[in-house]
C-alpha cells in the first residue's frame, strides 16, 4: 500500500478508537493512545508511556550530567501525543520533543492537546514521514516509537534516518532507541495466511519485513542504527506483563467475517474509508492470533551507543 493509505488508516481509525478507548477503559488519558493494553489483572493502554517514561528517566540518568540537562526526543508515529505528553510530564526534566505523523486528524488533535497544555512550544506535532528525520534541523538524545516502525517500507533505511538526527544534548555522552513492537519467535512460511494478513493489513503492505525476529532486530540497530550490540535489550512484555487477548474462536471466527466484508468492500470500490477500516481489523486480528499463537512476541526495545565525538555521517 502506499504512504497516503497509511494516513487515511490512521485518520479512519483516530475518529473511532479515541473515543471508544475513552469507554472501554474508563481513562481519559485512554483516548490518547491507540496502543495494546498490557497487565493481567488490570490491563491499561497506558502503562506503555508509563514504560518508556522508566526507560528514559533510566537513560538519561545515566547519561547526562546534571539532572536539570535539557534533552531533544523524537516520537516516530506520535499518534495522538500520549506518549509525547507523558515523557514531557513524567521525565522531570526539561524536554523538546517533536513527534510525527502521517494522519493530519491526529496531528491536530495533538497540537490542539498541547495548546490546551500550553507546552505547544516545546512539544511539537508535524505531519511527517519518520524517515525524513530530523524535524527543522533540530537533534535529538532519544527516539521513542511504539507500534509504528512496523509502517518502515525499508526499516535499514528508516533507522538511518532517524539516527542521523541524534546527537546528544549539551552535558550528555549518549543517544538511545526506545521502541515497542512485535518480535517474530521463528520463521514462519511466506503462503502463511495470518503473516499475509499481518504484513498487508497491519504493516500496511504486502512485500514488508515485519515482523523481523530478534536476530533481525539487533543486527539492524548495531548496523543500521550504530548502536552498541552490548546495549541493545529486549524484553518480552507479555511474558513481564501480560497482554489482554481473545480466545482462538473468537479470533478465527472474527477473521472470516472482517475478511469477506473487507473482500466485498474493495469489489464495489465505494466506501475508501470503509474498507481502510475494515482492512486495519483484518491486520489486527492477524496479529493478535499470532500472539496467541506464540508465533510472535510484543516487546520493548532498547538500544544506546557511547559517543564521544558529534555524529555526522555513516
Known amino acids: 500500500k502506499a504512504p497516503d493509505d497509511i494516513a487515511l488508516k490512521y485518520d479512519v481509525l483516530s475518529a473511532w478508537v479515541q473515543r471508544s478507548n475513552k469507554l472501554i477503559w474508563k481513562s481519559a488519558t485512554a ?21 518508556v517514561v522508566g526507560e528514559a528517566a533510566q537513560f538519561f540518568a545515566s547519561s547526562c550530567v546534571s539532572p536539570t540537562s535539557k534533552v531533544g526526543i523524537f516520537d516516530a ?5 500520549g506518549t509525547s505528553f507523558a515523557l514531557e510530564r513524567d521525565l522531570v526534566r526539561p ?24 507546552i505547544h512550544d516545546h512539544v511539537r506535532f508535524h505531519i511527517r514521514s519518520f524517515d525524513e528525520g530530523s524535524v527543522d534541523g533540530n537533534e535529538y538524545d532519544l527516539m ?20 542521523r538526527s541524534l546527537n546528544p544534548s549539551k552535558g550528555c555522552r549518549r543517544v538511545a532507541f526506545i521502541i515497542v513492537d512485535d518480535i517474530l519467535n521463528a520463521p514462519l512460511e511466506d503462503e502463511d495466511q495470518l503473516l499475509e494478513d499481518y504484513r498487508t493489513h ?5 512485500n514488508s519485513q515485519f515482523p ?21 535489550k529486549i524484553v ?28 466485498l468492500a474493495v469489489f464495489t470500490g465505494c466506501f475508501p474509508s470503509l474498507t481502510s477500516y475494515l482492512s486495519s481489523y483484518v491486520g489486527a486480528i492477524a496479529r493478535e492470533r499470532l500472539l496467541v499463537d506464540g508465533k510472535i512476541k510484543y516487546a520493548i526495545i532498547t538500544g544506546s551507543q557511547e559517543e564521544t565525538l558529534r555524529f555526522i555521517e555513516f
Open 212 to 232: 523481523l525476529t530478534e536476530a533481525q532486530w539487533r543486527d539492524k540497530l548495531q548496523y543500521s542504527a550504530a548502536l552498541s550490540r552490548d546495549h541493545i
Open 77 to 81: 508515529g506520535s499518534g495522538w501525543g
Open 202 to 206: 497491519w504493516a500496511g503492505w504486502s
Open 144 to 163: 521513542v516509537s511504539i507500534e509504528a516502525l512496523v509502517h518502515s517500507r525499508n526499516i535499514e533505511n528508516t533507522l538511518s534516518s532517524i539516527r
Open 31 to 51: 483516548g490518547e493512545t491507540m496502543h495494546q493494553a498490557i497487565g493481567r489483572s488490570k490491563p491499561d493502554p497506558t502503562k506503555l508511556d508509563e514504560l
Open 236 to 263: 518480552d512484555l507479555g511474558a513481564t506483563y501480560g497482554l489482554r487477548l481473545h480466545g482462538k474462536w473468537f479470533l478465527s471466527a472474527a477473521a472470516a467475517v472482517l475478511r469477506s466484508s473487507y473482500s
Open 95 to 118: 524536554v523538546s520533543v517533536d513527534g510525527v505523523t502521517l494522519s493530519e486528524l491526529q496531528q491536530r488533535k495533538s497540537s490542539t492537546l498541547a495548546r490546551e497544555r500550553n
